[in-house]
């Protein structure tokens, strides 16, 4: 096998992600690369590389028979996926970070890469530095793994992290975010979940062999997480984190969603903090296995498009060996989940939706319940994320029986909350 090959590379962007890989590339003289040309929008721009570097004419890179490895780190999705399509299109590899064009775009990106026999990597774009989407194609490539836990996204992490532990408001912690460079140029996709909601896109296809569209999947972002709600998960002794997760049921079917969740203070995802990432696998016979790195920033982020670089040297490809398996999983909303709602006025909340309520408290400024619903409700409506209402998972959130469920139902109608749980006044 060759495994020195001579890469030469056409660079698209020199932003936070792009800029870091020049410098990481510059601190590995000993992998085989070398960066040719680089192609950024804003020709005025100062930057710290030779000016001779740069063009923003993308044929120069496109077209050029010596680049054979396209690294694409733009902030534009729909550009992306005409850079890297067209690159497919001239046999050449590419390495990107551009969760939401691999999120939108996966089934054509995969075709078109294999029918066209050039690799597609993209290991930055899930966690940065964590090497997750390897290890689901490489090591947990059998039928033992049972649920995967994360957190996904920075920005939310490093957010919850300062609003609840150094009492920063929202928005300055979201301005710190950014000005470190971990924020989506939109801010938006963080903070309302689609960041995380894309990465969980892909990494189902990795881990479970699911080919979904992000509008598959339930999620929302942390937008309406208050102090109020972090007081609450301490009574609980939690803290509370945007999680993206994924179960395998005991029919065989996968749960999976993004929402925000009571994290018990031992778990390991509770010591994720800031710009961290982390990764509980769940797998028979190894049990509980946590993946924790940085998953945001200039370098942490280069290190693993670097990473990728260096695996084309041998032609790595991932397989989807999961995807192309006969025996394939399937996406299911049939179950219930046990939530916290946080609202302000009882108007907002369907709560003929639930199943059975464990928990209420009113009054003037601070209502919540604590109740079990089946998730098909969330995924067919979304009052649980307008008017400021809060929702949060509980800790093991997921409820597979039904049986549980109606019994406990019956024990409220017996207590007398059946029919409407008779809301009124406080608890
Ligand atoms: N920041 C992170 O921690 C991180 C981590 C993982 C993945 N990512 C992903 O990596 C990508 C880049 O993120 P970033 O943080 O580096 O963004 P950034 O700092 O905003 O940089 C974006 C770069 O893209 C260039 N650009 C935009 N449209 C272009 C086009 N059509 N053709 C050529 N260049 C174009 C910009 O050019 P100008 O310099 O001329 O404006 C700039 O250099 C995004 O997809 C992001 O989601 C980011
Ligand atoms: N905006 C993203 C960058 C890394 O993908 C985050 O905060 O996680």
Request: negative net charge.
């Amino acid at each position: 096998m060759e495994t020195d090959k001579k890469l030469v590379l056409g660079l698209f962007g020199f932003g936070v992600v792009g800029e870091g890989l020049y410098k990481v590339l510059n601190l590995t003289p000993t992998l085989n690369a070398r960066i040719k040309k680089v192609c950024i929008k804003h020709p005025d721009k100062k930057r710290n590389a030779p000016p001779e570097l740069f063009t923003t004419n993308k044929n120069l890179l496109l077209d050029d028979p010596e680049i054979n490895v396209i690294v694409e780190m733009i902030d534009d999705a729909d550009a992306a996926f005409d850079i890297v399509t067209t690159a497919f299109k001239n046999g050449k590899s590419v390495v990107s970070a551009s969760k939401k064009m691999i999120a939108e775009h996966l089934p054509d990106l995969i075709e078109l890469s294999r029918s066209n026999e050039v690799s597609f990597l993209y290991e930055a774009a899930c966690c940065a530095s964590i090497p997750v989407i390897r290890n689901l194609e490489e090591y947990y490539d059998n039928d033992l793994l049972h649920s995967i836990n994360a957190v996904v996204n920075g920005s939310t992490n490093y957010i919850l992290t300062k609003m609840f532990e150094d009492r920063l408001s929202f928005r300055d912690a979201l301005i710190q975010a950014q000005q470190l460079g971990f924020a989506e140029s939109n801010p938006t996709l963080d903070v309302e979940g689609y960041d995380a909601l894309n990465k969980w896109t892909f990494l189902l296809c990795h881990s479970y062999g699911l080919l979904l569209k992000p509008a598959n999947l339930v999620f929302t972002g942390i937008q309406n997480i208050t102090s109020d709600d972090a007081l609450q998960a301490d009574t609980k002794d939690c803290v509370i984190k945007l999680v993206a997760s994924a179960k395998k049921l005991k029919n065989g079917n996968v749960a999976a969603f993004v929402l925000p969740h009571f994290v018990k203070k031992d778990d390991q995802l509770a010591f994720v903090k800031n710009e961290y990432n982390g990764v509980v696998i769940e797998s028979s016979f190894a049990d509980k296995q946590f993946f924790y790195g940085k998953g945001a920033g200039s370098l942490p982020t280069a290190s693993a498009v670097l990473s990728d670089i260096s695996a084309l040297r041998y032609g790595y490809k991932y397989e989807y060996k999961k995807l192309f398996r006969d025996q394939q999983n399937e996406l299911t909303n049939d179950f219930y989940v046990k939530a916290y709602l946080a609202f302000t006025d009882w108007s907002h909340v369907h709560k003929e939706d639930f199943e059975s309520i464990e928990e209420w408290h009113s009054n003037d400024h601070n209502n919540y319940l604590v109740g079990i619903i089946h998730f098909k409700k969330l995924q067919e409506n979304d009052w649980w994320k307008k008017n400021n209402v809060s929702l949060v998972l509980t800790a093991d959130p997921i409820i597979e029986s039904l049986e549980i469920v109606k019994l406990k139902k019956r024990s409220l109608e017996l207590a007398g909350f059946g029919g409407s749980f008779a809301l009124s006044g406080s608890n």
